[in-house]
Nanobody, 125 residues
Framework: QVQLVESGGGLVQAGDSLRLSCRASGGTFSRYGMGWFRQAQAPGKEREFVAAISRIAGITQYGDFAQGRFTISRDNAKNTVFLQMNSLKPEDTAAYYC????????????????WGQGTQVTVSS
């Protein structure tokens, strides 16, 4: 069983940057592909794919809105995955979750077996 704990969220202004971290424990981190998702609090908003990174080679995939602004990376020695977010916009406001999967960097939340509790990111205009 893998436990995931996110950190790094907060309140920032539009145009600022944030770096989220997700530390894993309880399993062999390098066996899992890792992903970031987000979910806004507005009614009807579903969990949205942000980015994913493969186990060893570091192959990445991004949601359309994240391409060019967000960067996912991982440090297998530290059991941690990161999400660098630049040029933040008010519409990036959401709870951000990291997740672990045995599949090859899927973009569907249904393919991820383990989830953290989330960290809130709020971007003011």
């Amino acid at each position: 069983q893998v436990q995931l704990v996110e950190s790094g969220g907060g309140l920032v202004q539009a145009g600022d940057s944030l770096r989220l971290s997700c530390r894993a424990s309880g399993g062999t981190f390098s066996r899992y592909g890792m992903g970031w998702f987000r979910q806004a609090q507005a009614p009807g908003k579903e969990r949205e794919f942000v980015a994913a990174i493969s186990r060893i080679a570091g192959i990445t995939q991004y949601g359309d809105f994240a391409q060019g602004r967000f960067t996912i990376s991982r440090d297998n020695a530290k059991n941690t995955v990161f999400l660098q977010m630049n040029s933040l916009k008010p519409e990036d406001t959401a709870a951000y979750y990291c997740a672990a999967t045995t599949q090859f960097i899927p973009s569907s939340h249904e393919e991820y077996a383990y989830w953290g509790q989330g960290t809130q990111v709020t971007v003011s205009s």
